[in-house]
């Protein structure tokens, strides 16, 4: 399955991904009483206790292991949504919407604020049901892949990242295919010519 | 009462192998249908012990199948078939009497708690640890529905006499309805009768009313619940003497008595009707298991111990007997007669296993006894109409007792009294409590600081308090709370609780809670003897009670009694907060139109006085639903249409509505008010219908913008001009606290920049009305609101904005209008100078009384507030506070200098100039002062310049 072969496919590691997901807000409810804090991506705060606040996902983790707060799910992380979510991807061909994160996301809160989910085991269950389903989607589509019809909407960071590599040199090699006689082959030109001495330092440059 | 005692027999030896650690184990009893056999059997005893009621002293028969203790037995309906269910999850049948084994009709995975025949003894249900109740068919035991939908083990089952229902029980005390055609959950009580734990010796049950109109569960409060059969809703409740939960009951044949037994190992007898206990008697051992004779006035009993015995004449000879009059639903003479009409009446219930009831009854012939019966019955057919009024009468006046229960349980809530009880007075209520709910935790206080919250279990409650700021708020220990406390009060040193009286035994207790002090042991208690505690309340170093006979009780800290004081009526709420007290009292009894007549009384603990009182006005038709002080201070009230008011002095003291949640309000929800401060209203939303919130899961705080209620004006900019009405509060407020302050000899530094930066935002506010002002062509009011301005530069600000409006006309106005007052000001300024000079030190304190006099006019000469003794103080304080770098500050200072008004501009630089330890911040002033006007500069060459410093060296 792509998801797991993605590692030396893709060009981030599913933590950088998961890295650029802390940045999305989450609410939680603090407990403790705080001023604001000032950071380089934007001020948060301040904090009351007891009253819920926007702050990006990484602070809302720190402050979570630290007993400081609890995070309020994400609308979109109820039961009634999410199994609407999956019968929509088990349904239809299309992607559902859900956040550009998803997978990172819920894998986080999962992990570090699992008692702050509501039926934790159901949630679970159910948004790798809907990975499972749209990873596989994404493999299927990946086999009608044609560089005329690249539209899939609402894909996720995750699964974009499984294709990115793939995707990328495969329209590579459609583009070269298409324009073959145009330009001819760098491979091979640069076999046909290694007498030429000015091409070399040239070469050398090349990434491949 | 008399107190018998009655002799019980061994049927099974307590053993401590199975059952419960203390040798009490789970006995189970029966009748058969004439009275003939007795069966027992008991959870630590694998036999099942059948015995000749007629003959005592002979050797019961013993059925040993099972391989582990016994706890379920059922029979069926015509007697002719045993069930029996143990712990090694097996259900077995037996033919009855003869006690051949029949079948092993099915298998669990875990021990059977349950065991019950319907109607007709075509159908049995089986239920115990595992998650579902088996419906199995008792013919050839195929299992003809599995009911899942308990959390816990099941421990009650009961086939509604009528055939259409099975209700049953877990041991968390949730009681579900299912509806047996179906199969689907038709109610669902939760947490009902009491959670039974893990203790298997201790089992919740429930049972149907011979007649099938309600059904009894154990209640919470030791009491026994009836409960609607088609609408679950309570009817009425049988409470009394039990002093601990309930283990069994029992109804008479007729319905007309019940038996109930409980861990205090006492056996009541009640009627129903009267809802009385007509006889008891105590135990040796708790009673476990309870059956009434079918025939007779007897009462079977078996103890935990396996101790059997008989209860002769249950029911005093006066009183009607259990077995007169049995009401007689043709279902059940159907299950009766089962042998001799099945097949032609259609049986609801056995809709799933109809087919095989012959091989039921064919094991035992009807006997002479029997067919004896039925034509008692027949003649009881005579007299139908009597036990048709026992059957409806429950039913008839269900949806009026319905009512009433509600009505009683409103009361109880203590806030919504008027609701419930029209054109009444409204009861005393603690701000901030929750109603009880069965089963579930509640607040008894919750403010902005932390929570209170009380469960109540058998006879005692489980008190918790938290702090919202887990950081800094004390860690309190959970208390164990035998009183029964319903009131209570929480700040930053300590908790303060109050029960009502409860009968004449308990009396009303207060009881303060200090969480640190340097001595042990220095909680409290006052108890008050015939006098009630109705309302709470708690500020620094003192606790207030008010009591039934409307007397303010003050306390210190410590416990002293320090005031008693007469209230002009009964209470209805208070709060406290620092020094202050208020309290709300009845003035009158209602008026016609069902408006509360409250008065309020603001107190001051501390100096002895009574600063405000007056009447707190309500929306028309509700009540009061919260009472308390914002962060700031003031005086709020919240009532039941969604009004909030704030107490100012303003026009000698008025209650502005500074939020309606009819305008706010999305349709489906509530607010359940917490508390608020300058600008925002803290509540806890409710998702309609509920009204308050719940412990769990912890209830988030919203804020809320305050909004006063503006007519909706041709301007359309509603925000604005509620911002403008908010704003004039605030200053006005900032303004009487420094006055207040300054008169105290306090320093109003701090008050004095929020006083300057709410005047900018004011400012700024105004502008942007005068934009919109222009902009709808009402050029009158624009120029009422270019008076209003605080800064010179606002001023210039709106000349510009109205030039770029192209409205010439209107910028000669403000021109006109900013003139005259730099006129005024200089005059001012003059005088102002000449006072200083007078005055000498006294300066500043007089600047500062001079700028809040003048405010609240804010017409033309507003001004002044700008001028020289504004900014002398400025300085002042400045220098007072070199180190400060604050940011608003710095802001602050160049958004005057660009106003170029030259008199502050030169003030400032001379007293700057002067005042080398601000070196930092009079570069700016000394560029500035080159534009300054010629006429202010003289003024200000008059002013010596040394007074400001002066009162900085001070």
Redesign the interface.
Known sequence: MAGQSGSQLSLFTPDEVEFVAEDELVEI?P???MDSLNFICGDYGPF?????IQVPLWLALALKKR??C?I?PPQWMSIENLTQVLEGERESHAFQTLPFHYVEISRLLFDRARDDI?DVYMVRSLVEDIRDVRFHKVETNLENFTASAVTWKNMAAMEVNIIRAFSGRALQAFYRHENEQAVPDLDRTQDRQPQNLNDRPRRNLRPR | MKIRTLKLREAHKPSAAYGAANGSSFCSILWDQQARHLVTASSSDSGISIHDALLPSTTPKILRHHRDGVTALALSPNSTCLASGSIDNSVKLYKFPGGEFETNITRFTLPIRALAFNQSGSMLAAAGDDDGIKLINTVDGSIARVLKGHKGSVTGLAFDPMGEYLASIDSMGTVLFWELQSGTILHTLKGVAPNTGLDTSLVNILSWSPDGEMLAVPGLRNDVVMYDRDTAEKVFTLRGDHLLPLCFLSWSPNGKYMATSSLDRQVLIWDVLKKQDIDRQKFEDRICCMAWKPVGNTLAVVDVSGKYGLWESVVPSSMKSPTEDIPQSSKKSNGLLLFEEEGQEPCSSGSLGDNGEDSIGESGPPSRKRIRKRSEFDEDRSTENTIDDYGLLPQRMAPKRAREQLDKGANEELRSTAISVRSKMQEAFQPGVTPVQPGKRRFLCYNMLGTITTMEYDGYSHIEID??????GPRVPAMTDHFGFTMACLNENGSVFANPCKGDKNMSTLMYRPFSSWANNSEWYMRFEGEEVKVVALGVHWVAAITSLNYLRIFTDGGLQKHILSLDGPAVTASGSKNRLAVVTHASNCLPSNDQVLEFHVFDIRNGTRPSRGRLPLSPGSHLIWFGFSEEGLLSSYDSKGVLRVYTSQYGGSWLPLFSANKTKKSDENYWVVGLNASKL?CIVCKSPEVFPQVM???????LDLSSPLASSDLGADVLENEFILNNLHLFQIQKRIEESSSDGRDTTELDDEAFSTEAAQDRCILRLIASCCNSDKLVRATELVKLLTLEKSMKGAIKLVTALKLPNLADRFNNILEERMLNETKDMSEAAGVAVNQGSGLGRNGTSSEVSSEPSCIPSSSTTLSAPHFVKKVVNRGAQKGRSDHNQTAREVQPEAATSGGSAELRTTAAAGNQETSRTSNPFLKSSSNHEGAAKEAMCQRPPSNPFKKSVK
Request: charged content about 20%; hydrophobic content about 30%; overall charge positive.
């Open positions: 409810v407990n403790l009483r009351y206790p007891q009253i819920a007993g400081k609890t309020r509501p | 702090f919202h700021d887990t950081s800094r803290f899961p912890k209830p988030i705080l919203t804020l």
